[in-house]
């Protein structure tokens, strides 16, 4: 989402484990003061907030799911509007509740930021939560007096540039809401950023982060998001000046990206980056797509509205001639080209169209 | 009126025609100045007004052996004069425009050098723009009374026009013996490659100053719209030059209508705090192409990060304001 005019007042930083050999608990180590960035560092920490959430962003857009009162989303829903002196403390809250929803050896702990402030205009109130994995790396150091460079091996390094290292979560207030509505649905909009849930059959990996720790859960409404995604790029690319067997390969790159890729999430940017060469198009594209009301981020993918659309490949010819390709295998046996044909009165050719079926014929009438 | 008589007239008369020469500079200069340009860079020397000397005005008056003037005091304009020197063809239609539209004056528009071309296409001679100005009516500038008949001539030259003036004036006017022919051709020859040099002068400023960002107004727009939302004047760096060379292909006639358009949203009223407190910060935010780089951001990400022409970080505090991401892993 697009994350215009961010301000973050408050910063506070726990610190999570892996589970010991036995796969009990450690309990996480609490901070009972706000961090204080100097301007620079803000900058850095606002950048790494909005490339992980913002526009054009693998941020994916959940739903609240779990609304009990000893929830994630009900103690963020009562943290927003607490004082300074309150806020530290509830805060650990949410690093014991990753603790608890870390519940296998193999997920490695690390720092939690969890920051508040407020973006948009008018201003809205937001919450945000970021689960940084610690890595090893390398310091530059320069001697002195002979201007030598060498390395210092530093142990933990956190918040490098990059998303693959890091979780985020942003409950971003909406701008208006029912204040009686007892759904918080109503009144958050949840962002969640994780690497592991854009990979391929990333599902899994990604559910004690989403689902067992900020209790949220896919939206309702992938479905349709998911069709007005299929139906505004067939229209870009019907509306693209470019000769038609390109546009029947995007077409059928665009079959491939939702039913045989296997990531759970879909993106325009995506989509532009993998399939489109030219760049001012990936641009055309986004903007088209933006416009078209589809999110600027990430969203998971559900197919279940065009399933028989992505069945069957179809091309109409002049003359009602058709034809029909399972979409599977319509790349590997169909090619389109266009020629030229016979010349018209004008002398100027006709535009004719050869197929080649890379099989024999089955049957005809 | 006889030649001692004439002397002791324009004795008495040069505090008038000093003020008069005066004043005609100080107008034109100041209203160059209104037009937003820099004097120094402008004209190629300072603008002065000099009085004739009183040698070769009685020379003038009473000695030229193919002239004779039944009033010379009157009819010679040129007793006080004012010259201006500047680079270009184009500069001299600037200045011309200046004096055809003040107010001040009267002027008697009587020699130009392409009035001078229709007249004698095959002649390569002295090249000028000359004007006689006189008070509209009487006025008084600082207690000198300036009566209407007090005339200034005005010249008008490029400076390859003025130099071949002054080789001509000192060394062929001036000179000691009988010019031979030979030196002639060879002057009117230079002067027939300045006209030329002074036409590629032209055209290569022209060409320089063409473009699509130009045809479209777009920086005076787009300093327009800067003003409007922040109420600061932009100014306008080199990196912006850089910035629109790159950028080219993405500027058309809807260029500045389309940043309006995206910037009239109200959820984008934040911004012109933003510049203002980000303004020392980095210098994009000083110039009114952060408009057109906000833009870009929204709607032609991937071509501004694949084209940009700095270091990414010089980007980055204008992608935080709008929150837009830039990594892709």
């Known amino acids: ?242 000769p038609a067997p390109e546009k029947s390969n995007l077409l059928n790159a665009l079959t491939t990206y939702l039913k045989v890729d296997t990531s759970s999430t879909i993106s325009a940017s995506e989509f532009a980056s993998k399939y489109f060469d030219d760049i001012d198009t990936q641009d055309a594209y986004t903007s088209h797509m933006k416009d078209s009301g589809l999110p600027d981020n990430a969203f998971t993918k559900d197919i279940e509205h065009i399933e028989s659309k992505l069945q069957f490949r179809k091309v109409n010819f002049g003359g009602n001639v058709k034809i029909t390709a399972p979409s599977e295998t319509f790349k590997d046996l169909i090619t389109i080209e266009t020629i030229e044909g016979d010349l018209d009165e004008s002398g100027t050719p006709a535009e004719w169209t050869k197929i080649i079926i890379k099989n024999r014929i089955t049957k005809q009438e | 009126m006889n030649e001692s008589e004439f002397k002791e007239k324009w004795e008495s008369d040069k505090p008038v025609y000093r003020a008069w020469g005066e004043y005609v500079v100080n ?93 004698d296409p095959l002649l390569f001679t002295y090249q000028s723009v000359h004007y006689i100005l006189k008070p509209k009516k009487e006025i008084v500038v600082q207690d000198i009374t300036i009566p209407e008949s007090i005339s200034c001539e005005v010249q008008i030259r490029t400076l390859l026009q003025h130099a071949h003036a002054e080789l001509t004036h000192d060394a062929i006017y001036k000179a000691k013996r009988t010019v031979q022919p030979k030196v002639h051709r060879t002057v009117a020859k230079s002067m027939a490659l300045i006209e030329t040099t002074d036409d590629f002068f032209t055209s290569v400023t022209q060409q320089l100053n063409s473009g699509p960002l130009e045809e479209h107004g777009v920086i005076e727009r787009l300093d327009g719209l800067y003003l409007n939302v922040t109420g600061i004047k932009s100014h306008t760096q080199k990196s912006s030059i850089v910035i629109w060379d790159v950028f080219e292909q993405c500027i058309d006639e809807n260029l500045v209508d389309n940043i309006q358009s995206q910037l009239i949203n109200s959820k984008y009223d934040f911004l012109s705090e933003t510049i203002k407190k980000r303004y020392t910060e980095n210098a994009f935010y000083q110039q009114s192409t952060v408009l057109f780089l906000y833009w870009m951001l929204e709607r032609k990400k991937q071509r501004l990060l694949s084209n940009w022409p700095f270091q990414h970080e010089l980007l980055e505090p204008l992608a935080v304001d709008l929150g837009v991401s830039t990594w892709a892993d």
């Open chain 1, 1 to 242: 989402m697009q994350l215009l005019n961010l301000n973050i007042d408050r910063i506070i930083i726990h610190q999570v484990y892996r589970r010991d050999q036995d796969g009990n608990k450690v309990t996480p180590t609490q901070s009972h003061e706000y961090t204080n960035f100097d301007q620079s560092a803000m900058e850095a920490f606002k950048t790494r907030v909005k490339d992980a959430l913002g526009d054009g962003s693998k941020a994916v857009q959940m739903e609240i799911v779990n609304q009990e009162s000893n929830d994630l989303p009900t103690l963020i829903n009562q943290m927003i509007v607490q004082e300074d002196d309150t806020f530290p403390a509830s805060s650990y809250d949410i690093a014991k509740k990753l603790t608890d929803a870390q519940q296998t050896k193999s997920i490695p702990g690390g720092i939690v930021v969890v920051f508040s402030g407020s973006q948009g205009h008018p201003a809205k109130k937001f919450l945000g939560i970021i689960k940084a994995e610690v890595h090893s790396g390398y310091e530059k150091e320069v001697d002195k007096k002979t201007n030598e460079i060498s390395l210092k091996f530093v142990e933990e390094i956190l918040l490098t540039p990059g998303t693959r290292l890091y979780k985020t979560a942003g409950f971003f207030e909406k701008a208006n809401y029912d204040e009686h509505s007892s759904d918080l649905n109503d009144k958050w909009t949840v962002m969640v950023s994780d690497y592991q849930i854009n990979k391929a059959d990333g599902k899994a990996a990604a559910q004690y982060f989403y689902s067992d720790f900020l209790g949220c859960g896919y939206p309702q409404t992938s479905a349709r998001t998911t069709k007005q995604f299929h139906e505004s790029t067939s229209l870009f690319i019907d509306k693209l000046n470019v």
């Open chain 2, 27 to 119: 107008t034109i200069t100041q209203d160059l100045e209104g037009r937003g340009k820099n004097l120094n860079e402008f004209l190629k020397t300072p603008a002065k007004y000099r009085l004739k000397d009183d040698g070769s005005l009685v020379d003038k008056a009473f000695y030229r052996p193919n002239k004779k003037y039944s009033d010379p005091y009157n009819q010679i304009e040129d007793k006080v004069g004012a010259r201006f020197i500047v680079l270009l063809l184009d500069d001299i239609k600037e200045i011309c425009d200046v004096i055809e539209k003040s107010p001040a004056w009267s002027f008697d528009a009587c020699k130009h050098f392409d009035e001078d071309k229709e007249k």
